[in-house]
C-alpha cells in the first residue's frame, strides 16, 4: 500500500534518538508506525539538556540553561517549564516557528499534553489550523502530584504545577480531534474530560531478540560473582520507578540469599544507588551492594542480552495510570514475572498467565520473589502464546494509524 | 564436634578486652567437654585451620604479673598477610600512632593493605599450605570473636557450610555500629554492618548478651528485610577469672597517683562510654561544693574522644581529681575493684556493659547510666541516671559516696546479687546448641 500524502508533526518534551525510557519508546514506536503508513513525518522535542545529553536529533530543541537551571529543584514541573517554552522563549517559539512554517504539517500529534501549554497560542499566532491528535500517556495531573508528594516537593508548588496540568489535560482532551490512549480507563477519564474522538492504543513491545553471545556475556559474568539466580529491574530513573520501587522492593535486601542479586538496568540504578548515599551513612546503603548490582544504561543488544539470562523480571510500578511498557517487554521474554496490579494495568489478562506473580505490598513482593526463584518455569498454553503477541507494538498502535488516516 | 573460632584470641596480643574475655572465658569452660574443638581462619590461605586453646591459655594463665600491664605473648603462628601488616605497623610513626584520628587513618591503609596482601596469594601455591579443617555435616561452628575484623571469614564459613550442610552459632555483642553510628568511629561501619546481614543469613542460631541487643538485632533485621533466626540471650560471666587474679585482695599497692578513696570507672576512653558526662559531673560539684572522691578511670584511650581527654587532664577545676590509668592488667583491676567506694559507668548505649557486672560481683554500689543492656545487669541494685544528665549522675555518686547510703547499697548487692561464672555462661552457650535444628 503506497505511503498516504499527509504532513504528519509529533511533539513532545523528551528526544527519541536513543529511546530508553517508557515515555521514549513509545513515542519512537508511534513516529516509526506513521512513517510506515504517511509520506511524511517529522519530530520534534523540546528537552531538558540535562537529562537527555546529547542523544537528540537536529529538529530538537534544548532549553536554554536559563529555563534548564530551574528545573532540577522542581524535577516534575520541567515539563511545564518545555511546554511554556515554546510560545514564551524567543529562542525555542523561533525555532518551533521556523519547522512548523517550513513543514507546513495537516496534523500535529502532542504525545502528553505540555508541549500544547505553547504549541496551542503558536499555532494561533501563526494563524495555523492543523489536524490535532493527543497522545496521553498518563493521566498526568494525579501523576504528577503523587510523584511530587512522594518527593516532598513544597505544597504551594504542588498545588499551582497540578492545577496548572489538569487545567490543560481537560482544554487538549476536549480540544482535539483525535485522543489515543494507553489503557480503557485513561480512555475513559479522558472522555469524561471532554474527549469525542478517540482510540486506545496501549504499550507495545518489539519481540525479544536476544544475541547468544551477549547471553554468554552475562552468564559468565554471574558465574565468576558466583551468582546463580537474578531478578531483573529494567526501568528508567522516571520517578514513579524510584517511588514504586521504593515502595515493594525496598533498598532492604535481606531477602536475597547469598547466590542471589537484584540486578538495576537502565538509568534506575543510577537514580536507586545514587539515593542510597555513602556506604557508611545507613546500613541500607552498607548492605545494598551485598545482594544488587547496578548495570547501569546498557546498549539495547546487552540489554536483550541480559532480559533473556534473568530468572525473575520485576515490575514494582505503584503509581502512574498508564499501562506500562515493561510489561509489555515482560510479556514476550516469556519467563518469570512478579508485578503489582498498577504495573498490569491494560495488560490484566497477564495476570493469569504462568510464571506470573502478582504482589502489591512490600512483603508480598519479596515473598513473590523468593517463590518465582523456587519455581520452575511452565509453558504457555498456544491460546496464551498468540495473546502475548498481541503486545507487539505493530499490534497495538494499528487502531491509532488508522483512526489518524481518517481524519 | 563443637568447633570453637579462636581467629580474633590468636590474633589478639594486648591486654584482653571485652570480647576476648568473651572467647576466653567461654572456650576455656567448653573445652572440658569432649566433644570440642577449636579451628581458626588463616585469610592468607582462605581456609580454617585446627588449633589448639592452650597457647592462650598458657599465655593468660601463666605468664607472669607486672602489676601494671600485660606481658607480651608468644607470637602465635600467623597468616603472611598479617604478619606483613604488622611488620609494617613500625613504619607509621609514633607521632601518628598517638593520634586517634591520623591512627584510624593508618588502621584503615593497613586493613587495605592486609587485604592486598591477601589477595596476592601464590597461585601455584609452592606449598600446599596449613591443612584445611574437615568439617564433618554434624559440626557445630560456635563464633563468638570479631569476624568483622577478618575479612573473607564469614565468606569462607558460608562457603563451607553450603557445601559440607554443618550448622553455625555466632554471638552478637552489640549493635551500636549499625544503630547508633555517632556513637563510633565511621572506619567500622560498613565491615561490621555487612558482618551482621551476613551473620543474619548464615548462622542458624545467633547468642545475644542482652535482650536489648538481640530487640536491635530484630529491629535491624526488620529493617533490611532479613529472617532474623532464633536468638538466645546469654548471660555474661562477671568474674576476672584468669590464673593471675588472687581470689581475696593481694594488699599490694596500688598504681601511682590513685588516692586512698576514688570512684572507678573501667572501659575504654571513647565516644560511646561518654566519659564526657564524667567531666562535667566532677566540674559541676567543684562549682557546687560537692566534694567527690577521686575518679580513677581505667581504659585506654579510644575513638573520637579528642576534646573530653583535653577536658579530663587539663581543667585546673578538676585534673587533680581525675586520674587515667591506660593499660591495667586484671590483678591491677582486681585490686582496685575491691578497693574503690563505688563504680560509676555512664555509657550512652551497651550491648551488655560488663564493668557493671564485675563492680556488683566485687559488691561495690554502681551509679550508672540507663542506656539500652545496662538496667538489664543489677535491676534494682544500681542506681541509675540519665546518660544526658550531669545532675542526675552527680545525685547518684553524692548518694552512693555517702558511706551510710554506700553500705547500704553494698549489703542489698551482698544479698541479693548472684553473680554469673564462666561455666554458667558455657552451660547457655551449650543449652543454644541443643537447641539447634538437626543438621541436614
Same mark, same amino acid.
Request: charged share 25%.
Given at each position: 500500500? !503506497?505511503?498516504?500524502?499527509?504532513?504528519?508533526?509529533?511533539?513532545?518534551?523528551?528526544?527519541?534518538? +536513543?529511546?530508553?525510557?517508557?515515555?521514549?519508546?513509545?513515542?519512537?514506536?508511534?513516529?516509526?508506525?506513521?512513517?510506515?503508513?504517511? #509520506?511524511?513525518?517529522?519530530?520534534?522535542?523540546?528537552?531538558?539538556?540535562?537529562?537527555?545529553?546529547?542523544?537528540?536529533?537536529?529538529?530538537?530543541?534544548?532549553?536554554?540553561?536559563?529555563?534548564?537551571?530551574?528545573?532540577?529543584? @522542581?524535577?516534575?514541573?520541567?515539563?511545564? %517549564?518545555?511546554? @511554556?517554552? %515554546?510560545?514564551?522563549?524567543?529562542? =525555542?517559539? #523561533?525555532?518551533?516557528?521556523?519547522?512548523?512554517?517550513?513543514?507546513?504539517? *495537516?496534523?500535529? @500529534? =502532542?504525545?502528553?499534553?505540555?508541549?500544547?501549554?505553547?504549541?496551542?497560542?503558536?499555532? #494561533?499566532?501563526?494563524?495555523?489550523?492543523?489536524?490535532?491528535?493527543?497522545?496521553?500517556?498518563? %493521566?498526568?495531573? !494525579?501523576?504528577?502530584?503523587?510523584?511530587?508528594?512522594?518527593?516532598?516537593?513544597?505544597?504551594? %508548588?504542588?498545588?499551582?504545577?497540578?492545577?496548572?496540568?489538569?487545567?490543560?489535560?481537560?482544554?487538549?482532551?476536549?480540544?482535539?480531534?483525535?485522543?489515543?490512549?494507553?489503557? !480503557?480507563?485513561?480512555l475513559k477519564a479522558h472522555r469524561a474530560m471532554g474527549a469525542t474522538r478517540t482510540v486506545l492504543a496501549p504499550n507495545g513491545m518489539s519481540p525479544l531478540r536476544p544475541d547468544p553471545a551477549e547471553r554468554a556475556h552475562w552468564r559468565e559474568r554471574f558465574r565468576a560473582a558466583g551468582v546463580e539466580r537474578i531478578a531483573l529491574?529494567?526501568? &528508567?530513573?522516571?520517578? !514513579?520507578?524510584? =517511588?514504586?520501587?521504593?515502595?515493594? =522492593?525496598?533498598?532492604?535486601?535481606?531477602?536475597?540469599?547469598?547466590?542471589?542479586?537484584?540486578?538495576?538496568?537502565?538509568?534506575?540504578? *543510577?537514580?536507586?544507588?545514587?539515593?542510597?548515599?555513602?556506604? *557508611?551513612? &545507613?546500613?541500607?546503603?552498607?548492605?545494598?551492594?551485598?545482594?544488587?548490582?547496578? #548495570?547501569?544504561?546498557?546498549?539495547?543488544?546487552?540489554? +536483550?542480552?541480559l532480559i533473556a539470562e534473568a530468572d525473575v523480571l520485576l515490575l514494582p510500578i505503584t503509581a502512574g495510570g498508564g499501562s506500562n511498557l515493561k510489561t509489555a517487554e515482560a510479556i514476550l521474554a516469556d519467563t518469570r514475572v512478579v508485578a503489582t496490579t498498577t504495573a498490569l494495568r491494560g495488560f490484566e489478562w497477564f495476570a493469569d498467565f504462568p510464571n506470573v506473580w502478582v504482589a502489591d505490598t512490600r512483603d508480598d513482593f519479596h515473598r513473590a520473589i523468593r517463590e518465582a526463584f523456587a519455581s520452575p518455569l511452565r509453558p504457555r498454553s498456544p491460546e496464551q502464546a498468540a495473546l502475548a503477541e498481541t503486545v507487539t507494538w505493530e499490534h497495538c498502535l494499528a487502531p491509532l494509524v488508522e483512526a489518524v488516516a481518517q481524519l | 564436634m563443637i568447633l570453637v573460632d579462636l581467629t580474633d584470641l590468636e590474633r589478639w596480643d594486648g591486654v584482653h578486652g571485652g570480647t576476648q574475655r568473651v572467647v576466653y572465658g567461654i572456650a576455656k569452660e567448653l573445652r572440658r567437654g569432649a566433644d570440642v574443638g577449636f579451628i581458626a581462619y588463616s585469610n592468607g590461605w582462605d581456609r580454617f585451620v585446627e588449633t589448639s586453646l592452650d597457647p592462650v591459655v598458657e599465655r593468660v594463665e601463666r605468664a607472669p604479673d607486672t602489676g601494671t600491664g600485660s606481658q607480651p605473648p608468644a607470637a602465635p603462628p600467623r597468616?603472611?598477610?598479617?604478619?606483613?601488616?604488622?611488620?609494617?605497623?613500625?613504619?607509621v610513626p609514633r607521632a601518628v600512632r598517638g593520634n586517634p584520628r591520623l591512627r584510624a587513618a593508618a588502621y584503615r591503609a593497613l586493613q587495605r593493605l592486609r587485604r592486598a596482601a591477601a589477595r596476592l596469594r601464590p597461585a601455584p601455591a609452592p606449598a600446599p599450605g596449613p591443612e584445611a579443617y574437615a568439617f564433618q555435616p554434624d559440626d557445630v561452628v560456635l563464633v563468638l570473636g570479631k569476624p568483622w575484623d577478618e575479612p573473607g571469614l564469614q565468606a569462607r564459613l558460608d562457603a563451607e557450610k553450603e557445601r559440607v550442610g554443618f550448622r553455625v552459632v555466632e554471638l552478637v555483642y552489640d549493635m551500636v555500629i549499625p544503630l547508633q553510628p555517632h556513637l563510633h568511629h565511621p572506619t567500622l561501619f560498613v565491615p561490621y554492618t555487612r558482618q551482621m546481614f551476613l551473620q543474619a543469613q548464615g548462622a542458624d542460631r545467633l547468642l545475644a548478651i542482652s535482650e536489648s541487643t538481640r530487640r536491635d538485632f530484630e529491629a535491624f533485621c526488620a529493617r533490611l528485610a532479613l529472617d532474623c533466626p532464633p536468638i538466645d540471650v546469654i548471660r555474661l560471666a562477671d568474674r576476672l577469672e584468669s590464673g593471675r587474679v588472687p581470689a581475696e585482695d593481694d594488699d599490694l599497692p596500688l598504681p601511682d597517683g590513685v588516692a586512698e578513696e576514688f570512684v572507678l570507672c573501667v572501659g575504654t576512653v571513647e565516644v560511646r562510654k561518654n566519659h564526657a558526662l564524667l567531666y562535667e559531673t566532677w566540674r559541676l560539684a567543684a562549682e557546687r561544693g560537692v566534694r567527690l572522691p577521686q575518679l580513677v578511670i581505667v581504659g585506654a584511650r579510644g575513638w573520637l574522644v579528642e576534646e573530653t581527654w583535653n577536658l579530663l587532664t587539663r581543667d585546673p577545676a578538676v585534673r587533680d581529681s581525675i586520674r587515667i590509668l591506660t593499660s591495667v592488667d586484671d590483678a591491677v583491676l582486681a585490686r582496685l575493684y575491691r578497693r574503690c567506694r563505688c563504680t560509676v559507668y555512664p555509657s550512652r548505649y551497651e550491648g551488655w556493659g560488663l564493668p557493671v557486672a564485675e563492680s556488683l560481683a566485687y559488691g561495690k554500689p554502681v551509679a550508672a547510666s540507663s542506656a539500652a543492656s545496662i538496667p538489664e545487669i543489677g535491676g534494682d541494685l544500681v542506681r541509675y541516671f540519665s546518660p544526658h544528665s550531669a545532675d542526675e549522675c552527680l545525685a547518684a555518686l553524692a548518694a552512693l559516696t555517702d558511706p551510710r547510703e554506700c553500705a547500704a547499697a553494698a549489703a542489698r548487692i551482698a544479698e541479693r546479687y548472684v553473680p554469673t561464672s564462666w561455666a554458667e555462661t558455657a552451660a547457655a552457650v551449650r543449652a543454644s546448641i541443643a537447641r539447634l535444628d538437626p543438621a541436614g
Open positions: 500500500m !503506497p505511503p498516504l500524502d499527509r504532513r504528519i508533526l509529533v511533539t513532545g518534551t523528551f528526544p527519541i534518538e +536513543q529511546p530508553q525510557h517508557g515515555g521514549q519508546k513509545r513515542t519512537r514506536a508511534i513516529v516509526d508506525a506513521y512513517r510506515r503508513r504517511f #509520506a511524511h513525518v517529522e519530530h520534534v522535542a523540546v528537552f531538558e539538556p540535562r537529562h537527555y545529553g546529547s542523544a537528540a536529533s537536529p529538529n530538537d530543541i534544548p532549553l536554554p540553561s536559563r529555563l534548564a537551571d530551574g528545573v532540577p529543584h @522542581h524535577p516534575v514541573v520541567g515539563d511545564l %517549564i518545555a511546554g @511554556h517554552a %515554546i510560545a514564551e522563549d524567543p529562542e =525555542v517559539r #523561533a525555532r518551533f516557528t521556523a519547522l512548523l512554517r517550513s513543514f507546513r504539517p *495537516d496534523i500535529i @500529534h =502532542v504525545e502528553c499534553p505540555f508541549p500544547w501549554l505553547g504549541l496551542g497560542p503558536l499555532l #494561533a499566532d501563526e494563524g495555523l489550523a492543523p489536524r490535532v491528535v493527543f497522545g496521553s500517556e498518563n %493521566i498526568e495531573a !494525579p501523576l504528577r502530584e503523587q510523584v511530587m508528594r512522594a518527593f516532598g516537593v513544597d505544597e504551594r %508548588i504542588i498545588e499551582e504545577a497540578v492545577g496548572e496540568i489538569d487545567r490543560l489535560e481537560r482544554a487538549l482532551s476536549g480540544d482535539c480531534d483525535l485522543l489515543a490512549a494507553c489503557t !480503557p480507563s485513561d529491574f529494567v526501568g &528508567s530513573g522516571h520517578m !514513579p520507578n524510584q =517511588v514504586g520501587f521504593d515502595e515493594v =522492593v525496598g533498598r532492604g535486601l535481606g531477602f536475597l540469599r547469598r547466590h542471589e542479586r537484584l540486578v538495576l538496568a537502565g538509568s534506575i540504578g *543510577d537514580a536507586v544507588v545514587g539515593r542510597l548515599g555513602p556506604a *557508611d551513612d &545507613s546500613i541500607e546503603a552498607a548492605t545494598f551492594p551485598l545482594r544488587a548490582e547496578n #548495570a547501569g544504561r546498557l546498549p539495547e543488544p546487552r540489554l +536483550q542480552g | 597468616s603472611a598477610a598479617y604478619r606483613l601488616a604488622r611488620r609494617l605497623r613500625v613504619l
